[in-house]
């Protein structure tokens, strides 16, 4: 008798749970709030160089590359410290003999380390309208990076940049970030001067 009460009380406590309908959600990821575009001028002294940034990005001169000293001053990182992103970039002085080994690299860094996981690589010619030429490379997949690219006027400037995120590469939950950081990599590659 007590074995039939205790599942007359637990078909009773079942039922009375259940008192709202079922509601489907969908797998989704987080909804992400990115600021409004607005952008400062990098014109430091001593630089080769000038650009538009973000104002929701930090610039921070570099130091190190692997460990080791960088091959000038002129090395910064634009760091997006609410996205964990950051934009590396890396200026080299372009010398007799040394712009076809400064383009090789800058396309084995985009093609040969990304090539085991990225679906896809693209890269485009551009001319900025401040008549700067360089190579935009677009990388889809899982890889460290998305977005590359090297500006040059091959003769005396040669410089490298390239989006990372300091998480594990999934282009389903990074890819709104990484468009978002997309136009500001291009907005700072068309405002580009040399000086």
Same mark, same amino acid.
């Given at each position: 008798m007590?074995?039939?009460?205790?599942?007359?009380?637990?078909a009773i406590v079942s039922a009375s749970a259940c008192n709202?309908?079922?509601?489907?959600?969908?797998?989704?990821?987080?909804?992400?709030d990115f600021p409004e575009k607005q952008y400062r001028l990098f014109d430091q002294p001593g630089y080769p160089y000038s650009f538009e940034y973000?104002?929701?990005a930090n610039i921070?001169?570099?130091?190190l590359f692997f460990d080791s000293k960088v091959d000038n001053d002129w090395w910064i990182n634009i760091d997006?410290?609410?996205?964990?992103?950051?934009?590396?970039?890396?200026?080299?002085k372009v010398g007799k003999n040394n712009f076809d080994s400064?383009?090789?690299? !800058?396309?084995?860094?985009?093609?040969?380390?990304?090539?085991?996981?990225? %679906?896809?690589? #693209? *890269?485009s010619l551009m001319r900025t309208p401040n008549g700067i030429e360089g190579i935009y490379f677009t990388?889809?997949?899982?890889?460290?990076?998305?977005?590359?690219?090297?500006?040059?006027?091959?003769?005396?400037?040669?410089?490298?940049? !390239?989006?990372?995120?300091?998480a594990t590469p999934?282009?389903?939950?990074? %890819?709104?970030? #990484? *468009?978002?950081?997309?136009?500001?990599m291009l907005h700072l590659i068309n405002t580009f001067k040399w000086k």
């Amino acid at each position: 008798m007590r074995v039939l009460h205790f599942i007359f009380f637990l078909a009773i406590v079942s039922a009375s749970a259940c008192n709202s309908p079922y509601t489907f959600k969908k797998r989704g990821y987080f909804k992400i709030d990115f600021p409004e575009k607005q952008y400062r001028l990098f014109d430091q002294p001593g630089y080769p160089y000038s650009f538009e940034y973000p104002v929701y990005a930090n610039i921070i001169k570099d130091s190190l590359f692997f460990d080791s000293k960088v091959d000038n001053d002129w090395w910064i990182n634009i760091d997006f410290p609410s996205y964990n992103g950051r934009i590396h970039i890396s200026y080299k002085k372009v010398g007799k003999n040394n712009f076809d080994s400064l383009v090789n690299d !800058a396309f084995q860094m985009s093609y040969k380390q990304h090539t085991y996981k990225a %679906s896809e690589i #693209n *890269d485009s010619l551009m001319r900025t309208p401040n008549g700067i030429e360089g190579i935009y490379f677009t990388l889809k997949g899982n890889t460290a990076t998305a977005n590359q690219f090297f500006l040059t006027d091959s003769v005396k400037n040669f410089l490298r940049g !390239a989006l990372y995120f300091a998480a594990t590469p999934n282009s389903d939950s990074l %890819s709104v970030v #990484n *468009d978002f950081f997309k136009q500001d990599m291009l907005h700072l590659i068309n405002t580009f001067k040399w000086k």
